[in-house]
């Protein structure tokens, strides 16, 4: 059983704690331990399972669009991320996929965008996709070639955008596109493109070593409706990076559940594994071992709550974000890979819990800002306060 003390640490509220005590018992009866063979429709059932309890209200922000609070609550969702990546990653992403996807929408959206995309979402009746990346932009954002130009009150949309999540199951995906009011990541704007619109299509879907919706996508001639337009013209690199600021955050803490899940399966391994006479548990190398994951744990939990803390007190959060992100994610690979040491050869048969918690880190440390982006920024920020 999970250590729970850190839910009275002074970043929660009361609300926090019955949040993460309910939401655990629902996962529990709930969501299943493995993955499927069919990831797509797991994940729509997920989508639909959390909609259906609730938890979905959590992912938006707005009460009149069936949010649970008028804005986004940093820590509720870093909460949900955490326990739900706990009992199963592909659950803790159709969660955070909600809400990465329609974030530009809360943060941004008019009450017309909000009105016709947020109560869906929210229910689980719609499902959502945020669509930055490029074959030649990932890291570097502001190379983006996907270009919008106006068109009477249309923008018409060329171009393509890789590794997108939801992609080929999403109803609606916020696009990120040039369109060129300034050079560079002053240039770009956000619009909400629906799945059935002419011009759109799915071009390839992409297998990687934790299953889920992955897909490049292809835009020819696609024409959307100036309305469909998330924010000011040129103001897009701005809704991309606001919206990161919540959901970065919330990264760190899925990588926390996974890295909880680990300690425990490890602690209870350890305690029943006989070997030479007594228990793993009672060797010093494995104590060592032990001590050192937990505080890798606790060091990702204090950081995560801080910036998820700061943010909904207000605060920018960009190097305490990018602190949370690079320290949970790559403290859970670590945490993780002393697990599957402990189990020994179970520790890779396909399907055991921590075998697929050592493919499920693996892609945290490299999607909403590599490691290496991440100690930029905070370095960039050091010298901008220094
Ligand atoms: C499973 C998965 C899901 C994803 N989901 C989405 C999604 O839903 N929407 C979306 O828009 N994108 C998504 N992405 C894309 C993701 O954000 C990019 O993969 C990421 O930004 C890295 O871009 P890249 O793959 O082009 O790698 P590159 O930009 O080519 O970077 C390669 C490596 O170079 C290193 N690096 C980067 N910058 C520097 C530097 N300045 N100095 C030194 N080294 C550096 C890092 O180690 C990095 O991993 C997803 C990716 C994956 C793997």
Request: net charge negative; charged share 20%.
């Amino acid at each position: 059983m999970a250590d729970k003390s850190y839910l009275g640490w002074p970043f929660f509220e009361q609300r926090h704690a019955v949040l993460e005590r309910d939401l655990d018992a629902w996962a529990a009866e709930h969501v299943r331990d493995a993955h499927g063979s069919d990831t797509d429709a797991q994940c729509r059932s997920l989508v639909r399972a959390l909609g259906d309890a609730g938890w979905l209200r959590h992912a938006i922000g707005g009460t009149a669009y069936g949010g649970a609070l008028d804005a986004i609550d940093t820590r509720a969702i870093c909460l949900i991320r955490e326990t739900l990546a706990r009992h199963n990653g592909l659950a803790d992403f159709a969660f955070a996929m909600q809400g990465l996807g329609s974030g530009a929408i809360s943060l941004f959206g008019s009450d017309a965008s909000k009105q016709a995309y947020l109560p869906r979402v929210a229910k689980g009746e719609a499902i959502a996709a945020f669509a930055l990346s490029e074959p030649q932009a990932g890291s570097d954002v502001a190379a983006m070639q996907c270009a919008a130009v106006p068109d009477g009150d249309h923008y018409v949309l060329n171009g393509e955008k890789t590794w997108i999540s939801n992609g080929g199951i999403a109803d609606f995906y916020v696009v990120f596109a040039r369109t060129g009011e300034q050079p560079g990541a002053r240039g770009i704007s956000a619009f909400i493109v629906d799945k059935d619109t002419p011009g759109f299509a799915i071009a390839e879907r992409i297998n990687v070593i934790a299953p889920h919706p992955l897909a490049r996508l292809e835009f020819s001639n696609c024409r959307i409706p100036s309305s469909q337009r998330l924010g000011e013209a040129g103001q897009g690199f701005k809704v991309a990076m606001a919206t990161l600021d919540v959901f970065r955050t919330s990264v760190a803490a899925a990588a926390l559940g996974f890295a909880r899940r680990a300690l425990d399966e490890a602690l209870a391994h350890a305690q029943s594994r006989k070997m030479f006479g007594q228990a793993l548990a009672d060797f010093q190398l494995t104590q060592a071992k032990l001590a050192q994951m937990a505080t890798g744990v606790d060091s990702s939990a204090l950081l995560t709550y801080r910036a998820a803390w700061q943010r909904d007190q207000g605060q920018i959060v960009t190097k305490e974000a990018a602190m949370a992100k690079m320290t949970a994610t790559e403290t859970a690979q670590q945490v993780i890979d002393a697990a599957v040491q402990m189990f020994g050869g179970m520790g890779v048969v396909s399907e055991h819990p921590v075998e697929r918690l050592y493919r499920e880190i693996r892609a945290l440390r490299i999607y909403e800002g590599a490691t290496e982006v991440q100690q930029l920024i905070i370095a960039r920020e050091l010298l901008r306060e220094g």
